[in-house]
């Protein structure tokens, strides 16, 4: 039962509004660090914070306003001069915005947040009068304690989620949702005079508005914010296609009542082109109003490497671009945590301390760079450091140490395979354990992410020189690109990502490598797997084409029977049944149903090596 009666809604656009201020503050705080003397940056930061203190005292969250007072006063004496902006006094400032951020959460419940840490606010009242905090020394984080959520499928059972790990330094987020305004009051505390302050806001090229959608499980939020010329678009389409409906409706009356002529015909198949024009743009309309620009995704990191780096003791630097860039909202909330495993692996493993960079001949600061860009119909965000780089051998020999690998199958492995190695359930670097890294988990949980997003992922480092981390994604879920093929007289859709070439297959092409059918492709062998062997059927003619698919680290061919084509397909869940390798389903052109192939379930199956069939076979039915 929520303890603010009546004012639920006041209640959630306050918090809605405010995450999205907190998450600006906490990015600001991070560059006045870097800027010490900039008054406009400290001025906005000082608005941003002095708006969610007031909407919080409108809803008489006293806890809130505390703090928040408080933590103005801090800002007030950097403003006026009075007090000098060091790293320590910037962590007590960003220990308040996490307590506020925590206070959003319990919000978020419907209940009233308890008052604020006693020793935050003593260490605030300290550095007001004067008595600064001391320096900590650099040390890996103390063991966070676990926390009751979901493990993903590919972790081990005896290995916690990884995101656990990191709760010591990063403080959970209360949910990321966005309307068009908020109560624009801002109430006093203490003595502080009453003052109306509308909430600082960034210029928009189009007004926007908020879309409530049903949820439907999985903590994502229900609230999109969406261009309203969007919205004016998606009405323009359907009042166009309402005007060729009725056009098409009079035409079959028409037709039913014998008027067969020609122009009457060329009148139908115009107004069925017209139709088909339409519906294709009102698809791509509807799908904009899903298309979030990835920056506020990418706002939440700076503060994240910041914090992680003073407590590890190294200098770094990280730099945002491409934040314009749009991607499906769903997507957007499900790269969150990919996102910030990266992050955090770049801060912790990739980079080197200030003193080895100086050893090395390298600048005392690191860079880290996260950008993001549309390439074709793909969205291309890419983690960059000037790091230590990766040494495929040492890998290598990692996994064999750890047993993830033979040595036989390691010393087989090319460089770029080697680096795939990060992947492996249980791999780690690390010969120590701690709060950051070290159990082998983040990067296994990363590449499923990424791959339950029909994506890619791929890794290039130079020893020495640094580390780029390349994840290739679809501009949307909703509408799947797909190639529809055919297997024992049945057609099926695979997503068109994996998908490199068609090839046709050549029995006399076919050599045996260890007992399994491969076929080599411009010098590279690729083993050869039957879609029917796959899903567990008996072939019933010999394989013609073969589709050769990229699958994380694997490249293989998939023979099949024949292929019908290129198709953007929406797919639809089975209701009640989950049949191992289906993602789903989807109606072709002549309204019969298409299944769509989950492959990397497929290739799991029997150890990753369903599939396969002898090569007589291959060639003899």
């Not at 505390?66 to 902006?85: G, I, M, P, S, V």
């Not at 039913?256 to 294709?280: C, H, K, M």
Request: aromatic letters at 2%; glycine letters at 8%.
């Amino acid at each position: 039962m929520s303890e603010f009666g009546g004012m639920e809604e006041l209640l959630q656009d306050f918090l809605m509004e405010s995450n999205d201020l907190l998450s600006d503050v906490d990015n600001k705080l991070v560059e006045l660090e870097k800027r010490p003397e900039d008054r406009a940056l400290l001025n906005d930061i000082f608005r941003g914070f002095h708006t969610i203190k007031g909407g919080a005292g409108f809803l008489n969250v006293a806890p809130m306003v505390t703090l928040c007072h408080r933590t103005e006063n801090l800002f007030d004496k950097l403003r006026n001069a009075e007090l000098q902006l060091n790293p320590e006094v910037m962590d007590v400032i960003l220990d308040a915005t996490a307590t506020v951020r925590d206070m959003f959460g319990t919000l978020g419940q419907g209940l009233m947040p308890k008052d604020a840490d006693g020793g935050l606010l003593t260490t605030l009242d300290a550095v007001l009068s004067g008595r600064m905090p001391q320096a900590p020394a650099p040390q890996a984080a103390p063991a966070a304690p676990a926390a009751a959520a979901p493990a993903p499928a590919a972790r081990q059972s005896n290995e916690p989620d990884w995101n656990t790990l990191y709760q010591a330094v990063v403080p959970a987020a209360a949910p990321d949702r966005t309307v068009v305004e908020a109560p624009a009051v801002v109430v006093a505390a203490e003595s502080e005079p009453v003052t109306a302050v509308a909430p600082p806001r960034a210029p928009a090229p189009a007004k926007t508005t908020s879309v409530t959608k049903s949820a439907s499980g999985g903590g994502h939020e229900n609230t999109i914010r969406i261009d309203t010329n969007r919205l004016d678009m998606v009405l323009n389409l359907s009042g166009e296609i309402g005007l060729t409906k009725n056009r098409l409706t009079t035409l079959r009356t028409e037709i039913l009542q014998g008027n067969n002529d020609s122009n009457t015909l060329r009148s139908l198949d115009e107004a069925i082109s017209q139709l088909d024009l339409l519906v294709g743009d009102l698809q791509n309309a509807v799908m904009k109003t899903r298309m979030q620009p990835i920056g506020r995704l990418f706002q939440k990191y700076p503060r994240l490497a910041r914090d992680l780096a003073r407590q590890l003791g190294k200098d770094v630097e990280l730099v945002l671009s491409g934040e314009e860039t749009e991607l499906d909202k769903t997507m957007i909330e499900d790269l969150n945590d990919p996102l910030v495993h990266l992050v955090r692996n770049a801060v912790d493993h990739g980079v080197e301390s200030t003193a080895e960079r100086i050893t090395a001949g390298k600048k005392p600061q690191s860079l880290i760079q996260l950008t993001a860009e549309q390439v074709g119909d793909h969205i291309l965000i890419e983690i960059t450091d000037d790091g230590r780089g990766m040494n495929a051998d040492a890998l290598r020999r990692k996994a064999v140490e750890k047993g993830l690998i033979d040595a036989e199958a390691a010393n087989a492995l090319d460089e770029k395979q080697c680096l795939q190695l990060i992947f492996l359930p249980g791999f780690s670097t690390k010969d120590q354990i701690s709060s950051v890294s070290g159990r082998g988990v983040g990067m296994d949980v990363v590449r499923t992410n990424i791959q339950k997003l029909n994506g890619r992922i791929d890794i290039n480092s130079i020893p020495g020189e640094g580390t780029r981390i390349s994840i290739s994604l679809p501009l949307t879920l909703a509408i799947l690109p797909v190639l529809v093929v055919r297997a024992c007289n049945q057609p099926f859709a695979v997503p068109l990502a994996m998908v490199r070439e068609i090839i046709t297959i050549d029995p006399e092409a076919i050599q045996e490598v260890s007992g399994n059918p491969t076929i080599v492709v411009r010098d590279e062998i690729l083993p050869l797997k039957t879609l029917a062997g796959l899903l567990g059927w008996a072939p019933t003619q010999k394989p013609g084409f073969g589709v050769l698919m990229q699958s994380a680290e694997r490249s293989f061919i998939l023979a099949i029977d024949s292929f019908v084509g290129r198709d953007d397909v929406v797919i639809k869940p089975l209701q009640n049944i989950r049949p191992k390798g289906v993602a789903g389903a989807t109606l072709s052109g002549d309204g019969s149903v298409v299944l769509v192939l989950d492959m990397e379930d497929l290739l799991t199956a029997k150890d990753g090596m369903g599939g396969v069939v002898k090569t007589s076979e291959l060639i003899t039915i």
